[in-house]
């Protein structure tokens, strides 16, 4: 019975995902905001800043790599630069911090941007099911990141 309640529901999330397609130009992903320097560059649309600063900040390991991670995956996402993304939504996933929802997402909409629907459907599903998406900012106080919605280039897929 689970197996043909999850069949289902795959199916009709590839209906949807095909008719999205085929409308919309544009998806969303959120940015994890916070003090740092290139969060504030993301906020204000200086995406070569960030993405600067989040490659040297990302070459080492730290308490808040897997934000790092997903921002930049973000970042390069919404400049269309979907070949580096590729690598960096990988490792944001991996890191499996407290906020992998949100690197499922990012790297959902760079599979959708690329064509690559049955991948997309399977990372936008664990993005959903993630109990931690987003973390209570109780977990973390006043550092805990917000989000913002950006919506990705338009690419013919």
Known sequence: MRTIQRTSKFLLAMVAMLAVSFTASAYEVQVLTGDGSESKAMESGNYDVAIKRL???TRHDSPTIDIQLTNLCTAYVVTGQFEEARDVCDRAVEADGDYVGTAHNSRAVLHAL???YV????DFDKAADETNY???RTNYGDN???MQRFSTP???V
């Open 134 to 136: 987003p973390v209570p």
């Open 154 to 156: 338009q690419a013919d």
């Open 144 to 146: 805990a990141p917000s």
């Open 119 to 122: 991948a997309a459907l399977g």
């Open 114 to 116: 690329t064509g690559d």
């Open 55 to 57: 490659e040297r900040r």
